[in-house]
Nanobody, 118 residues
Framework: QVQLVESGGGLVQAGGSLRLSCAAS????????MAWYRQAPGKQRELVAS???????TYADSAKGRFTISKDNAKNTVYLQMNSLKPEDAAVYYC????????????WGRGTQVTVSS
């Protein structure tokens, strides 16, 4: 079983920065994709950024130029550096990883709240 522990959320003023972290733990992990999603009240969960082994990174249009996803393979940790935060970035941010090779498994973190004051 894989567990994800997120940290780094909080309250920040518009224009500020936050860095989210998500550490994965478990046995026999073969992580091939890591991503951050977010869900604001009354809205659907949306992909913010992803990093796929051998394929690079992708970003939602709203995140391009402001957010950076990165990972530390040795620590099985994915980060999301968020700069120039806007009130519309406020949401619960969820970590997501995909493991496996022939058969894939997806795991979700519990989420971390990001609040941006105007």
């Amino acid at each position: 079983q894989v567990q994800l522990v997120e940290s780094g959320g909080g309250l920040v003023q518009a224009g500020g920065s936050l860095r989210l972290s998500c550490a994965a733990s478990g046995s026999a992990m073969n992580i091939n994709a890591m991503a951050w999603y977010r869900q604001a009240p009354g809205k659907q969960r949306e992909l913010v950024a992803s990093i796929i082994s051998g394929a690079g990174t992708t970003y939602a249009d709203s995140a391009k130029g402001r957010f950076t996803i990165s990972k530390d393979n040795a620590k099985n940790t994915v980060y999301l550096q968020m700069n120039s935060l806007k009130p519309e970035d406020a949401a619960v941010y969820y970590c997501n990883i995909r493991t496996g090779s022939v058969i894939y498994y997806t795991y979700w973190g519990r989420g971390t709240q990001v609040t941006v004051s105007s």
